[in-house]
């Protein structure tokens, strides 16, 4: 099938019958069929057009079809990358695969190997589920020119993925997405894509990756009890080790989410931002008389914190994360090292790194959202980065050996901090407020709309470009459209306020980030009054996205 799949209506039988005929996969070749046989109307969207390059890769169900991540997909997909890579002088180079433990990641890895060994790469294949750090960190080690991971990170189970790096580690921007996009439509029929069947093992990638992490701490103490969990992801051992090998021996691992098990039967949806996805961490956390508290997310690429404030345990916020370990790094900063330090957020994160960012009298950048634009911070090549973070759970900690989100580097580098702190009679929510009292107090918040219904995000976009509003919670506000740069509008007002609405790069959600700061003479009046604040920012948000 050598054009991009994209049918509706009657056409979609057609269109299913060719791809069946196409299929590598005996088993996905009669799932289709039976949709076929029953005339099925889900067969349109089942052939709606193969997934495209979002934020960070391909992300669908694993399910039959050219709208679905299945061997087939893998296959014409893998054929447009090693086009592409060829075409643009990288035939013949490195090309390492790793895989996570979903469903479907095993074959999906295999196919990759043997499309890449077939068309002459040298294919360097990890030995086992690994977290997608290990193989963004080989990528660079290797000097590959490019490194494919098989993972859907934190989405639900019943999807899957294809991240794929450039050489140094970096993920795609424009256009370099849609020339790839382009060459994978022209690939030829799956069954007709040569395939090998070896290829080299990459044994050592974890164990190198392991000996780079261990030298990340800064300090020397090491008296703090960690609780963690890897929400039965492939980072439980991984992320053991590391923090063994940086001297922290006393952790707990939530047992019931050690394993990897790729229908997290445990939490309803696989992502510490979730509601309830850490509660049983943080029981442990209690339980044990822990100082810190570690949530990795499936691939171990996120990593959330959680420390005791008041006496009560709760998980801290990615922009909470984000300024604790930019601090910490800031403050022990080799200078002779990294004499032009650069740090770096997103649009919809926090602002107080701006703040921190100038009391070190360093670089700071705001990128689009994602690493794919954090790591390329500043001159487009990232130079002199130190630190970037997003709020949704992502830090990169040391960009010059993973140039991408890192949950286990960013815990071993949390507990090194929160350990310091300890040691000197001090803690993470201590420290927190320290830095609001000194930056202001950046109360944050997130409203998404889940869509069942995707034609809904862009008419709500549309519908907010012609009609922006003019307050917000009593507050007379400014809108800035990012088109063409991105899909999203920036709306701000004084105080602080600022609401960031754009379409999710990787779930059906429209999701809209909300900021107040408050300038603090009292901290706890401070907090009531910008919680207050975002109370009335988020039903005025709310009402506006939805229509009200």
């Given at each position: ?26 088993g ?14 889900e ?37 447009g ?5 060829d ?7 490195v ?6 433990a979903?469903?479907?990641?095993a074959?999906?890895?295999a ?31 290797l ?46 029929a ?46 439980a ?59 990795l ?14 006496g009560?345990w ?14 910490h ?24 790194l ?42 990169c ?5 993973v140039r ?24 993470l ?6 830095l ?12 998404s ?70 300038q ?29």
């Amino acid at each position: 099938m050598g054009e991009s799949v994209e049918v509706c209506g009657t056409g979609a039988r057609a269109a299913a019958e060719r791809w069946i005929a196409e299929d590598v996969d005996p088993g996905a070749r009669a799932e289709l069929q039976r949709l076929v046989d029953a005339d099925s109307p889900e067969l349109a969207d089942r052939m709606s057009g193969m997934p495209r390059f979002g934020t960070a890769g391909l992300r669908a169900a694993v399910r039959a079809g050219a709208n679905g991540m299945n061997r087939a997909v893998v296959v014409r997909t893998t054929a447009g990358v090693a086009k592409w890579l060829d075409e643009h002088g990288h035939g013949g180079g490195v090309v390492v695969v790793g895989r996570d433990a979903r469903h479907g990641s095993a074959d999906f890895a295999a196919d990759t190997a043997g499309v890449l060994a077939a068309a002459g790469f040298d294919v360097r294949v990890l030995p086992e589920p690994l977290p997608t750090p290990v193989l963004a960190h080989a990528v660079r080690a290797l000097d590959a020119v490019a490194g494919i991971q098989i993972t859907a990170s934190h989405n639900p189970p019943q999807d899957n993925g294809y991240k794929l790096y450039l050489r140094g580690g970096t993920h795609l921007v424009n256009p370099t997405d849609s020339e790839i996009e382009a060459a994978v439509a022209a690939a030829p029929a799956a069954n007709s894509v040569p395939r090998a069947e070896s290829w080299s093992v990459h044994s050592s990638a974890l164990e190198d990756y392991l000996a780079r992490v261990a030298t990340l701490p800064r300090g020397s103490a090491r008296g703090l009890r960690i609780a963690a969990t890897a929400l039965h992801g492939v980072g439980a051992r991984p992320l053991r080790e590391a923090l063994h090998r940086a001297g922290f021996d006393d952790v707990h691992l939530v047992a019931s989410q050690a394993d990897p098990d790729p229908d997290f039967p445990t939490v309803g949806f696989p992502n510490p931002e979730e509601p309830g996805t850490t509660d049983a961490l943080l029981a442990l956390a209690a339980e044990v008389g822990a100082d810190l508290a570690i949530a990795l997310d499936p691939d171990a690429d996120r990593c959330a914190l959680g420390a005791p404030v008041d006496g009560v345990w709760r998980m801290f916020r990615g922009d909470e994360t984000g300024v604790l370990l930019a601090w910490h790094i800031l403050s022990t900063l080799d200078r002779e090292a990294a004499p032009d330090p650069l740090v770096a957020t997103t649009i919809v994160s926090a602002t107080m790194l701006r703040s921190i960012a100038a009391e070190f009298g360093v670089r700071y950048d705001e990128t689009l959202t994602g690493f794919k634009w954090l790591v390329r911070a500043g001159d487009g090549a990232g130079t002199g980065l130190v630190y970037a973070y997003e709020e949704a759970l992502g830090h990169c900690v040391d960009p010059d050996f993973v140039r991408d989100k890192d949950g286990i580097s960013t815990a071993v580098l949390a507990a090194d901090l929160a350990a310091a702190l300890k040691a000197a009679g001090r803690s993470l929510p201590q420290l927190l407020d320290e830095l609001s009292t000194e930056h202001g107090l950046h109360e944050t918040g997130q409203i998404s709309v889940r869509v069942s219904d995707l034609s809904v995000i862009p008419r709500t976009m549309r519908r907010l470009r012609a009609q922006p509003p003019a307050q917000l919670a009593g507050t007379t506000v400014d809108v800035r459209d990012l088109l063409p740069e991105t899909d999203a509008l920036v709306v701000t007002g004084a105080g602080g306020l600022r609401v960031v609405i754009r379409p999710s790069g990787t779930e059906p959600k429209l999701k809209c980030y909300l900021q107040v700061v408050e300038q603090v003479d009292d901290l706890p009046t401070a907090k009531r009054r910008a919680a207050d604040r975002l109370a009335a920012l988020e039903r005025a948000v709310s009402e506006l996205v939805r229509g009200g």
